[in-house]
């Protein structure tokens, strides 16, 4: 049990162990991550992993546009106000689409097509069915799962009719508070009502599956401000949430230096908010899934946290068992079981490169026989699951490391397998970073570990 410094409540959940939580951590949606790129993998390395493919594969599509950019967002994206740089990017992601369905393996099964960025509904409702018409033909696919993320601020009446009528099984949408004063203070302004009104009209189009983006550790955020938000989230009944803790790295992502720092709530703060956070979700009958996402039981989402056959992939926690994502569009990540590789970033650079009828592939990795070993016990332990180490109980400095953890009931071992606690959802990802081999080569600052 723990007292609230702030507001006297006493959380029965989650202890808090500052020490623990003191490094800057990874969100571990790959591993090796992203940092660990270079040049050693790019456009011919994709090309032979593509033809070499011989198990379903899962598709996503990067579209780096939005109506109006959000102070703290993180996204590949940049403002859709020129019409003819909207085409180019279409034009040149439809040939990218008929490049990567000419070199897989013809009869490779597509299980799901993703669609994300920036904003997709950023491109008109038309451009939306002509390219998912596209990909779904070029890749012969049958009935997938398609999910898309919206912005709330764009979506009009049409976009709803085409996300029913397009066969569209998932939507996730960004809405991470509903609270006006904090809207203003993140550059995203978006009335309750407009967010009620595209969850009824989402429904009423027939999406059965609806995921809202939420986010703590704001700045000028209170404990009862998020309550408030989760409170009027849970009456609008989304099938997935997603909590995160905002990451405050204007380092690394300059559009950030709009938010004012000095107003961005404490590590205390925010660890109160993720265990109120939690205790609110669970008790309004929400499946907690790994560290910050939540799904009500009959989602597979939900399904797959329990029967602990969750993923983390790049686009977070999914119920997605396949192996292989090809990533489409300028920075689109495609994952292999021996590699990693993303596309070029810039999407002036992108349009450049596939208009040469090449793959736009410029940054990888190889993934070793130890990394995937690491890379399995990372995602165990982010998924909630037992994670064997037999491999490592020799090594001292994972040994040492974890010491402290189980030490205080923070994770539990049981001969080779590392078990989770009650307590083990805050410091997933600071358990996990001790596989990490890669953290005291590459320094360079990431979010907070809560
Ligand atoms: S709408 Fe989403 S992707 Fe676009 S700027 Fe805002 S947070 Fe980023």
């Not at 000419?102 to 299980?111: A, Q, S, V, W």
């Not at 001292?396 to 539990?412: N, Q, S, T």
């Amino acid at each position: 049990m723990r007292k609230s410094q702030v507001t006297g409540t006493v959380w029965a959940m989650w202890p808090y162990h500052p020490d623990l939580l003191a490094r800057p951590v990874p969100r571990y949606t790959s591993y090796p991550t992203a940092v660990e790129f270079d040049e050693s993998v790019g456009a011919e390395v994709q090309e032979n992993a593509i033809r070499a493919v011989l198990q379903p594969v899962s598709l996503y599509l990067h579209i780096p546009f939005c109506e109006q950019i959000c102070w703290y967002c993180g996204c590949n994206t940049g403002a859709a106000n020129r019409t003819q740089r909207l085409a180019s990017y279409l034009d040149a992601l439809d040939q990218e689409v008929d490049l990567v369905a000419g070199l897989l393996p013809k009869g490779t099964p597509i299980g799901r097509i993703a669609f994300g960025g920036g904003s997709p509904n950023a491109i008109a409702p038309l451009a939306f069915v002509r390219l998912l018409d596209r990909v779904m033909t070029a890749f012969g696919a049958a009935a997938p799962d398609i999910s898309v993320e919206i912005d709330p601020r764009g979506l009009s009446q049409e976009w709803m009719r085409v996300l029913g009528a397009t066969g569209v099984t998932h939507v996730s949408m960004g809405v991470q508070t509903l609270n006006g004063d904090i809207q203003a203070r993140i550059g995203r302004v978006q009335p309750q009502q407009m967010i009620a009104d595209a969850t009824a009209s989402l429904r009423g189009a027939g999406i059965g599956s609806i995921n809202f983006d939420l986010m703590y550790g704001l700045p000028g955020q209170s404990l009862s401000d998020l309550t408030e938000t989760l409170d009027a989230t849970i009456a609008m009944v989304p099938e997935r949430i997603a909590l995160f803790g905002y990451a405050h790295v204007p380092h690394l992502l300059p559009r950030q230096r709009r938010i004012d720092a000095s107003a961005l709530p404490d590590q205390a703060a925010r660890f109160e908010m993720a265990a109120m956070g939690f205790e609110r979700l669970s008790a309004a009958g929400y499946v907690p899934v790994g560290f910050d996402h939540f799904a009500l039981p009959s989602d597979g989402l939900a399904r797959a946290a329990e029967g602990g056959s969750l993923r983390r992939n790049f686009q977070g926690f999914t119920d997605d068992s396949s192996e292989v994502l090809l990533g489409m569009g300028a920075s689109a990540i495609s994952n292999f079981p021996e590699l990693i590789v993303q596309n070029e970033k810039n999407a002036g650079r992108y349009r450049m490169l596939i208009s040469g009828d090449k793959l736009a592939g410029e940054r990888g990795v190889w993934r070793s026989e130890d990394d995937r070993a690491r890379g399995n016990i990372i995602e165990g332990i982010l998924c909630g699951r037992a994670a064997n180490i037999a491999a490592y109980r020799n090594a001292p400095d994972i040994m040492e490391g974890l010491a402290p953890f189980i030490a205080r009931d923070l994770v539990r071992l049981d001969g080779d397998m590392l078990w989770p606690t009650a307590h083990t959802r805050p410091y997933a990802r600071a358990i996990a970073v001790l596989f990490d081999t890669n953290r005291n080569v590459h320094k360079i600052e990431f979010s907070s570990a809560i």
